[in-house]
């Protein structure tokens, strides 16, 4: 690799000749480990014409170079870093840099010390991993994606690829959501009624910004999505919990006030409560009575191997009460960050200038990919794929459970990617990870979906990235480990 020309420069307050400043920024760059052994230096015309000196002093310095090993000499090629040249040294600094601002005043708000849990990134090289939200590599379509991707490299697409949208989206991609996703889930929508947002979390995030303040209370479910309960705590809104049953949210467990809901009415995170069709218009009639809002996240729909899903309660809403939120991110892949909002134009309007002032929009190369991988039918293919296999997956999670004698808490009407479980009374989760982690074993402690002061004994288990012959093994260990904690 050739070091950049731009990065020598020769200093104002530097003692000696030119030579000699050239030999010493040189050997300092090699000694502080910026320049690599093999990296080629720039032609001593290049890097002459750059510094303002003649070549011959470049050349001087060099040579001078060469001799004493920093640099080695290649016919025809120029000058490199020598394979001899002195090793940077290997100590830490002697005396740490000093920070001078005192960062507990500087700070005006805090973002960290949530409840969202940290991920393992390294979550593929566990043999059985039971971990939420990630992508099996067997089952995504590696080829018809890169397909698209190029695709949408073309001179065709070069203005989608390169265009500030500003607070627009790509609008192949906001036709097909329009036309073909929200009417399997009852919904229909304008195009002004549809908003692009990084992932589903982002639609969340500019949902409260948007709809919330100190004064206002949202309520929750308890247990809830981690990363809402984050977000509602930047929004420093008032928060009333309400705690799920068997069929999700009750109505009745609403406070007498409350200015927006936020539920997960189809698949409930992450007890996979599904609400029935009589509790959503209930819940929609006690929102008419408070004069609330409704934020319906409709995570996991399309994985329904089970049985079709019940319509969305935004699909019941008549008065335009309901804002929906919808993901590709957890059907194509995480890293996609790609989601949706879908509400009346008033509200959509506001979360379209607050995302313009923050991030602008989602990248016009990603929504143009996405917009070929979905009407081209790839997705559809892909989502049939994933619910057959993800069916087997969990026949022989719940058999291996069955056979353990493990106590499930909630297991999905439709099907969805995972299992809520409760350990038995006194068993820390948390514990159980640690215990369960160098067995090759990877769960998901439940106490984050609670907040702070949860109950411990909760996990969920997803099947989505682990294949069927390794479940029945996992599950051995995990009960395993489990006896020896009780």
Same mark, same amino acid.
């Given at each position: 690799?050739?070091?950049?020309?731009?990065?020598?420069?020769?200093?104002?307050?530097? /003692?000696?000749?030119? *030579?000699?400043?050239?030999?010493? #920024?040189?050997?300092?760059?090699?000694?502080?480990?910026?320049?690599?052994?093999?990296?080629?230096?720039?032609?001593?015309?290049?890097?002459?014409?750059?510094?303002?000196?003649?070549?011959?002093?470049?050349?001087?310095?060099?040579? /001078?170079?060469?001799?004493?090993?920093?640099? *080695?000499? =290649?016919?025809?090629?120029?000058?490199?870093?020598?394979?001899?040249?002195?090793?940077?040294?290997?100590?830490?600094?002697?005396?740490?840099?000093?920070?001078?601002?005192?960062?507990?005043?500087?700070?005006? =708000?805090?973002?960290?010390?949530?409840?969202?849990?940290?991920?393992?990134?390294?979550?593929?090289?566990?043999?059985?991993?039971?971990?939420?939200?990630?992508?099996?590599? $067997?089952?995504?379509?590696?080829?018809?994606?890169?397909?698209?991707?190029?695709?949408?490299?073309?001179?065709?697409?070069?203005?989608?690829?390169?265009?500030?949208?500003?607070?627009?989206?790509?609008?192949?991609? @906001?036709?097909?959501?329009?036309?073909?996703?929200?009417?399997?889930?009852?919904?229909?929508?304008?195009?002004?009624? !549809?908003?692009?947002? #990084?992932?589903?979390?982002?639609?969340?995030?500019?949902?409260?910004?948007?709809?919330?303040? *100190?004064? =206002?209370?949202?309520?929750?479910?308890?247990?809830?999505?981690?990363?809402?309960?984050?977000?509602?705590?930047?929004?420093?809104?008032?928060?009333?919990?309400?705690?799920?049953? $068997?069929?999700?949210?009750?109505?009745?467990?609403?406070?007498?006030?409350?200015?927006? !809901?936020?539920?997960?009415?189809?698949?409930?995170?992450?007890?996979?409560?599904?609400?029935?069709?009589?509790?959503?218009?209930?819940?929609?009639?006690?929102?008419?009575?408070?004069?609330?809002?409704?934020?319906?996240?409709?995570?996991?729909?399309? @994985?329904?191997?089970?049985?079709?899903?019940?319509?969305?309660?935004?699909?019941?809403?008549?008065?335009?009460?309901?804002?929906?939120?919808?993901?590709?991110?957890?059907?194509?892949?995480?890293?996609?960050?790609?989601?949706?909002?879908?509400?009346?134009?008033?509200?959509?309007?506001?979360?379209?200038?607050?995302?313009?002032?923050?991030?602008?929009?989602?990248?016009?190369?990603?929504?143009?990919?996405?917009?070929?991988?979905?009407?081209?039918?790839?997705?559809?293919?892909?989502?049939?794929?994933?619910?057959?296999?993800?069916?087997?997956?969990? =026949?022989? #999670?719940?058999?291996?459970?069955?056979? *353990?004698?493990? $106590?499930?808490?909630?297991?999905?009407?439709?099907? $969805?990617?995972?299992?809520?479980?409760?350990?038995? /009374?006194?068993?820390?989760?948390?514990?159980?990870?640690?215990?369960?982690?160098?067995?090759?074993?990877?769960?998901?402690?439940?106490?984050?979906?609670?907040?702070?002061?949860?109950?411990?004994?909760?996990?969920?288990?997803?099947?989505?990235?682990?294949?069927?012959?390794? @479940?029945?093994?996992?599950?051995?260990?995990?009960?395993?480990?489990?006896?020896? #904690?009780?």
């Amino acid at each position: 690799m050739a070091i950049p020309v731009e990065s020598f420069f020769l200093r104002p307050e530097a /003692e000696g000749t030119l *030579q000699a400043q050239i030999q010493a #920024m040189i050997a300092e760059g090699i000694l502080s480990g910026r320049f690599r052994k093999g990296e080629k230096l720039p032609s001593s015309r290049r890097l002459a014409a750059h510094l303002g000196v003649s070549r011959i002093t470049v050349t001087l310095a060099y040579t /001078e170079l060469q001799a004493n090993d920093y640099l *080695q000499s =290649r016919d025809r090629s120029g000058y490199f870093v020598s394979d001899n040249a002195p090793e940077p040294p290997q100590f830490a600094p002697s005396a740490p840099r000093r920070d001078g601002v005192d960062w507990a005043r500087a700070l005006g =708000r805090r973002y960290t010390g949530g409840t969202t849990p940290e991920k393992p990134q390294d979550w593929s090289r566990y043999r059985y991993p039971f971990i939420y939200g990630q992508t099996d590599p $067997g089952l995504f379509d590696h080829a018809n994606w890169r397909h698209c991707a190029l695709r949408a490299l073309g001179t065709k697409d070069f203005q989608a690829l390169t265009a500030d949208y500003y607070d627009q989206d790509d609008p192949k991609l @906001i036709e097909f959501i329009a036309r073909h996703t929200l009417p399997r889930r009852g919904i229909l929508a304008e195009p002004g009624e !549809i908003l692009l947002t #990084m992932g589903a979390q982002n639609a969340l995030w500019l949902t409260a910004q948007v709809l919330l303040t *100190q004064r =206002r209370t949202a309520a929750i479910e308890t247990p809830c999505y981690h990363a809402l309960r984050d977000i509602l705590g930047q929004a420093r809104c008032h928060l009333a919990e309400v705690a799920v049953d $068997g069929d999700g949210l009750p109505p009745k467990g609403l406070p007498d006030r409350a200015d927006v !809901i936020f539920c997960t009415p189809s698949h409930q995170a992450p007890t996979n409560a599904t609400m029935p069709l009589g509790r959503r218009q209930a819940l929609l009639a006690r929102a008419r009575e408070m004069d609330a809002l409704i934020v319906e996240d409709d995570y996991e729909f399309e @994985i329904s191997f089970l049985r079709s899903p019940l319509p969305s309660l935004k699909s019941l809403d008549t008065d335009g009460r309901v804002i929906y939120v919808g993901s590709f991110s957890k059907s194509i892949f995480p890293g996609l960050r790609l989601g949706y909002l879908v509400g009346p134009e008033p509200f959509i309007r506001e979360a379209r200038a607050l995302r313009a002032s923050v991030l602008r929009h989602p990248p016009g190369h990603v929504q143009r990919t996405a917009a070929y991988f979905l009407s081209l039918g790839h997705y559809d293919s892909l989502i049939r794929k994933m619910g057959q296999v993800f069916a087997k997956r969990r =026949r022989a #999670m719940e058999d291996a459970l069955a056979a *353990q004698g493990l $106590g499930v808490a909630g297991r999905g009407v439709f099907g $969805g990617s995972s299992i809520w479980m409760r350990a038995p /009374e006194g068993v820390d989760t948390e514990a159980l990870d640690a215990r369960l982690r160098p067995r090759g074993v990877l769960i998901e402690p439940g106490r984050p979906f609670f907040g702070a002061w949860g109950p411990q004994n909760y996990y969920r288990l997803a099947y989505s990235s682990i294949p069927s012959e390794r @479940i029945g093994d996992g599950i051995g260990l995990l009960a395993e480990e489990l006896r020896k #904690m009780t």
